[in-house]
């Protein structure tokens, strides 16, 4: 009788993950194996594809709950099919879009003025004059999307 889906052991070395690093995601619904009579997990192919998606979206910075609450919209009964990926990835994209032009700010504004308060360029005393991008509130104001011009009084 042929065995029903992968065990834990053969999911971590197709995903080159350490077993405790599965059980971990496990946890956190990234995975959910099913159990056969002698209870056991079983993992499908589908969860080596969870975990593969996890992995990347680690790299690229995504935190595990945020991996988690795209995976949780994928059905819990059977394995995806290409239509509920297709879902994943829509939504996927357009948090990778804003994280993209995130960091397209960040790389083009860094090495100037960026309206924290910290006045400490030259060049902040001419956008950031007596740091009047406070008054549009706290942090980094021009990196989180306000401008100089923003600011009425300015």
């Given at each position: 009788?042929?065995?029903?889906?992968?065990?834990?052991?053969?999911?971590?070395?197709?995903?080159?993950?350490?077993?405790?690093?599965?059980?971990?995601?496990?946890?956190?619904?990234?995975?959910?194996?099913?159990?056969?009579?002698?209870?056991?997990?079983?993992?499908?192919?589908?969860?080596?594809?969870?975990?593969s998606f996890a992995?990347?979206?680690?790299?690229?910075?995504?935190?595990?709950?945020?991996?988690?609450?795209?995976?949780?919209?994928?059905p819990a009964d059977h394995a995806p099919d290409r239509k509920d990926w297709e879902r994943i990835a829509t939504r996927f994209r357009r948090d990778i879009k804003t994280r993209i032009e995130s960091l397209q700010a960040l790389s083009d504004k860094l090495d100037g003025c960026i309206g924290c308060g910290c006045l400490s360029l030259d060049k902040c005393s001419l956008y950031n004059k007596d740091d009047r991008a406070a008054r549009l509130g706290p942090g980094p104001r021009y990196l989180m999307g306000d401008a100089p011009e923003d600011d009425d009084n300015g």
């Open positions: 009788m042929p065995r029903q889906g992968m065990t834990i052991g053969d999911l971590a070395q197709r995903s080159g993950l350490a077993v405790s690093a599965i059980r971990f995601y496990e946890t956190h619904g990234i995975v959910r194996p099913l159990r056969n009579q002698s209870g056991h997990r079983r993992y499908g192919g589908s969860d080596l594809r969870r975990l992995l990347i979206a680690q790299r690229l910075g995504f935190a595990l709950a945020e991996i988690a609450s795209q995976l949780a919209a994928l």
